[in-house]
């Protein structure tokens, strides 16, 4: 069975950091790329940032370039997101999802973590 369950989120107050890990299980974690996503009600989902399978290379959304750093371990079959400099705007729920990289839409999202920034 495959589970992508995520964990850090939380309130803080802007400008403040959190970290949010994504534990993957049921999957061959490390022929996954994965991506981070964040969505809020009335909103359109957004990609938020992205790490190939082994972690070489990375992208974010124009957004949270400069505050967000995503990375993995993949001996621990967990993908993380440093969100620092946290604005209300980032109040969101946020999900990982893993994408194959050899099997085109085989996709498998967690249920997401939520996010909360506010004074």
């Known amino acids: 069975q495959v589970q992508l369950v995520e964990s850090g989120g939380g309130l803080v107050q802007p400008g403040g950091s959190l970290r949010l890990s994504c534990a993957a299980s049921g999957i061959t974690f490390s022929v996954y790329a994965m991506t981070w996503y964040r969505q809020a009600p009335g909103k359109e989902r957004e990609l938020v940032a992205a790490?190939?399978?082994?972690?070489?290379?990375?992208n974010y959304a124009d957004s949270v370039k400069g505050r967000f750093t995503i990375s993995r371990d993949n001996a621990k079959n967990t993908v993380y997101l440093q969100m620092n400099s946290l604005k209300p705007e980032d109040t969101d729920v946020y999900c990982c999802v893993a994408h194959h990289n050899y099997v085109p839409r085989l996709d498998y999202w967690g249920r997401g973590t939520q996010v909360a920034v506010s004074s």
């Open positions: 790490i190939t399978s082994a972690g070489g290379s990375t």
